[in-house]
């Protein structure tokens, strides 16, 4: 690991000593990739999900705390249903490899989301993943999935509107409402990444987002690499962050 970051450092872009401890990455492009190539979008999709296995190691292997991935929107049900199925399928697969390597990996995974509406079997291997996860304090993974940023607003605003109806009279105060959202407990993302050239949120971390620094860049998500991973810290690392102050 020495060895490494010593060679990583005398690139001369990451400063790994001073690194974002949350990333959050909107992994896009997959479809775009594969219709390159003439191939089926669900190719874009398995390519991408080779990505993310490379892109959350990587992560880990640096000592980033909180990685958190969009996977599949509470919009993307309106994709056709065989585009559907065939990412609910993947996502099986990717679960299934995840659990037998997690006592290697011993990333911690979890989910942000309604994971209600998923397949009986996707749901298991979240249930699974999550439960094994518990005993892991490395690295933390949150891949959101049936996730949508308003969704969760609205849920969290239920949640404090019923404390509220009990009496509790600071149940809409910023901090209470924050651990009413899937991401309880977690620092907000210190910079969103979005790859596949679109520079809006779709509906990713609303809440959260209010002062991450964003970043876009043209590659595809399949495309995506260690490289691109470390110019997008790099480029965060010359960031001045005000939070409105001067
Ligand atoms: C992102 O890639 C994956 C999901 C939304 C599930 P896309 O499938 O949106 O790829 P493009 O944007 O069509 O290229
Ligand atoms: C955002 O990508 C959702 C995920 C990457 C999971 P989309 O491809 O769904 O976003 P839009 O439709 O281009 O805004
Ligand atoms: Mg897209």
Same mark, same amino acid.
């Given at each position: 690991?020495?060895?490494? =970051?010593?060679?990583?450092?005398? +690139? *001369?872009?990451?400063?790994?000593?001073?690194?974002? %401890?949350? &990333? $959050?990455?909107?992994?896009?492009?997959?479809?775009?990739?594969?219709?390159? =190539?003439?191939?089926?979008?669900? +190719? *874009?999709?398995?390519?991408?999900?080779?990505?993310? %296995?490379? &892109? $959350?190691?990587?992560?880990?292997?640096?000592?980033?705390?909180?990685?958190?991935?969009?996977?599949?929107?509470?919009?993307?049900?309106?994709?056709?249903?065989?585009?559907?199925?065939? &990412?609910?399928?993947?996502?099986?697969?990717?679960?299934?490899?995840?659990?037998?390597?997690?006592?290697?990996?011993?990333?911690?995974?979890?989910?942000?989301?309604?994971?209600?509406?998923?397949?009986?079997?996707?749901?298991?291997?979240?249930?699974?993943?999550?439960?094994?996860?518990?005993?892991?304090?490395?690295?933390?993974?949150?891949?959101?999935?049936?996730?949508?940023?308003?969704?969760?607003?609205?849920?969290?605003?239920?949640?404090?509107?019923?404390?509220?109806?009990?009496?509790?009279?600071?149940?809409?105060?910023?901090?209470?409402?924050?651990?009413?959202?899937?991401?309880?407990?977690?620092?907000?993302?210190?910079?969103?990444?979005?790859?596949?050239?679109?520079?809006?949120?779709?509906?990713?971390?609303?809440?959260?987002?209010?002062?991450?620094?964003?970043?876009?860049?043209?590659?595809?998500?399949?495309?995506?690499?260690?490289?691109?991973?470390?110019?997008?810290?790099?480029?965060?690392?010359?960031?001045?962050?005000?939070?409105?102050?001067?």
């Amino acid at each position: 690991m020495r060895l490494f =970051r010593k060679i990583k450092k005398e +690139a *001369g872009e990451v400063d790994f000593g001073n690194l974002p %401890r949350h &990333i $959050a990455i909107i992994m896009d492009g997959n479809g775009r990739w594969a219709k390159k =190539r003439g191939l089926p979008r669900t +190719a *874009g999709h398995a390519e991408g999900a080779e990505t993310f %296995r490379t &892109i $959350a190691t990587y992560c880990k292997d640096i000592g980033i705390e909180y990685l958190t991935v969009y996977a599949f929107s509470t919009e993307n049900w309106k994709r056709p249903p065989d585009e559907v199925s065939a &990412i609910m399928n993947l996502l099986e697969k990717y679960l299934y490899e995840a659990i037998e390597r997690m006592e290697r990996d011993r990333v911690k995974m979890k989910f942000f989301g309604d994971i209600e509406p998923l397949p009986p079997k996707l749901k298991k291997l979240i249930e699974r993943t999550s439960e094994i996860s518990t005993h892991y304090k490395g690295c933390q993974v949150n891949i959101c999935l049936n996730y949508g940023g308003r969704d969760e607003i609205l849920r969290a605003a239920k949640r404090c509107a019923e404390n509220y109806a009990k009496g509790d009279s600071a149940a809409f105060s910023d901090e209470a409402f924050s651990k009413h959202l899937w991401s309880a407990d977690i620092p907000d993302p210190d910079i969103i990444i979005r790859p596949g050239g679109e520079m809006r949120l779709s509906n990713f971390l609303l809440w959260q987002s209010a002062y991450s620094e964003l970043y876009f860049t043209e590659t595809l998500w399949p495309d995506f690499s260690k490289v691109d991973i470390d110019n997008a810290i790099s480029w965060f690392q010359h960031r001045e962050r005000r939070y409105g102050g001067v």
